[in-house]
């Protein structure tokens, strides 16, 4: 990415309140290098290979998995998570296994690694000799270059044309009639690649960046090189999943924020990495 200016927060009006996408603001960033795709499971296996690395997955015993993703025996289903009923918790799902234990990678070594902590993700940047993102970096490097746009590809809707990410087509969470071809994760270089040549920055999985959450990170942070807020409790996602849609999860979006601890992991959360 090269040094540059643009302007970070969301100018669409679709922002989800309490997120924190506003207001509107300059910022500078030096040039860096960020990884034209998420991380995919071939990726991490290599990781994994090397280092004898084990995820907070593996180590806790169990994910979250969406309900109609799960591949496991029914004893393995732990129960859903309050507020969110599609999210089940399971025993044995873990980056090998993104289904449950019944589940494998086979046919799926291209397309982005799951159930990643951020401290997962921190593991595998240190074997890299990488790091995560800033939210200013990763915002800056999906626009693509397109300053002030809700997309990385312009403002056109998702499915303007020809589908243009992985999201949800439906009715949330029960029928996904997989216009876009895809249930849950779909190659890493699936659709097209933004300006700056990154591919899905929306949509697919949620991305983990390096800094902590804040709804007032932009009315504290700096204009040049932000780094985030102080330490809070979580961490910040960006990019939105498969599983977003307009009636329920709008984050498929350039300034679209979340937020979750840096120990949870779930079926649609990976990351990609930078390097100054």
């Given at each position: 990415?090269?040094?540059?200016?643009?302007?970070?927060?969301?100018?669409?009006?679709?922002?989800?309140?309490?997120?924190?996408?506003?207001?509107?603001?300059?910022?500078?960033?030096?040039?860096?290098?960020?990884?034209?795709?998420?991380?995919?499971?071939?990726?991490?296996?290599?990781?994994?290979?090397?280092?004898?690395?084990?995820?907070?997955?593996?180590?806790?015993?169990?994910?979250?998995?969406?309900?109609?993703?799960?591949?496991?025996?029914?004893?393995?289903?732990?129960?859903?998570?309050?507020?969110?009923?599609?999210?089940?918790?399971?025993?044995?799902?873990?980056?090998?296994?993104?289904?449950?234990?019944?589940?494998?990678?086979?046919?799926?070594?291209?397309?982005?690694?799951?159930?990643?902590?951020?401290?997962?993700?921190?593991?595998?940047?240190?074997?890299?000799?990488?790091?995560?993102?800033?939210?200013?970096?990763?915002?800056?490097?999906?626009?693509?270059?397109?300053?002030?746009?809700?997309?990385?590809?312009?403002?056109?809707?998702?499915?303007?044309?020809?589908?243009?990410?992985?999201?949800?087509?439906?009715?949330?969470?029960?029928?996904?009639?997989?216009?876009?071809?895809?249930?849950?994760?779909?190659?890493?270089?699936?659709?097209?690649?933004?300006?700056?040549?990154?591919?899905?920055?929306?949509?697919?999985?949620?991305?983990?960046?390096?800094?902590?959450?804040?709804p007032r990170t932009y009315t504290e942070e700096l204009?040049?090189?932000?780094?985030?807020?102080?330490?809070?409790?979580a961490r910040v996602l960006r990019g939105g999943s498969?599983?977003?849609?307009?009636?329920?999860?709008?984050?498929?979006?350039?300034?679209?924020?979340?937020?979750?601890?840096?120990?949870?992991?779930?079926?649609?959360?990976?990351?990609?990495?930078?390097?100054?």
């Open positions: 990415m090269p040094a540059g200016e643009f302007t970070m927060g969301d100018s669409s009006g679709d922002r989800n309140p309490g997120d924190g996408e506003l207001p509107l603001h300059r910022v500078a960033l030096e040039a860096f290098e960020i990884d034209a795709t998420t991380v995919t499971n071939d990726d991490f296996a290599r990781f994994v290979d090397d280092t004898g690395y084990r995820t907070e997955a593996e180590v806790f015993g169990f994910s979250a998995v969406f309900h109609l993703a799960v591949s496991a025996p029914a004893g393995d289903v732990m129960g859903a998570a309050a507020g969110s009923p599609w999210w089940l918790g399971v025993r044995g799902a873990d980056w090998a296994h993104p289904g449950g234990r019944s589940s494998t990678l086979d046919g799926i070594g291209d397309h982005p690694v799951v159930h990643i902590s951020w401290t997962d993700a921190q593991a595998y940047c240190a074997w890299a000799g990488r790091r995560l993102p800033t939210e200013a970096e990763w915002e800056y490097a999906a626009r693509g270059g397109l300053d002030g746009r809700k997309y990385p590809w312009g403002d056109e809707e998702v499915d303007e044309g020809g589908w243009r990410a992985n999201i949800w087509q439906g009715e949330f969470p029960r029928v996904n009639t997989r216009e876009d071809g895809y249930l849950t994760t779909a190659p890493v270089r699936a659709f097209d690649r933004n300006g700056y040549g990154l591919w899905q920055p929306v949509g697919n999985v949620w991305e983990w960046c390096a800094d902590w959450f804040s204009a040049i090189d932000p780094r985030g807020p102080a330490p809070s409790g498969y599983l977003c849609h307009i009636s329920y999860c709008n984050r498929y979006r350039n300034a679209a924020r979340s937020q979750n601890t840096p120990d949870s992991s779930m079926g649609n959360a990976g990351f990609r990495t930078v390097a100054a």
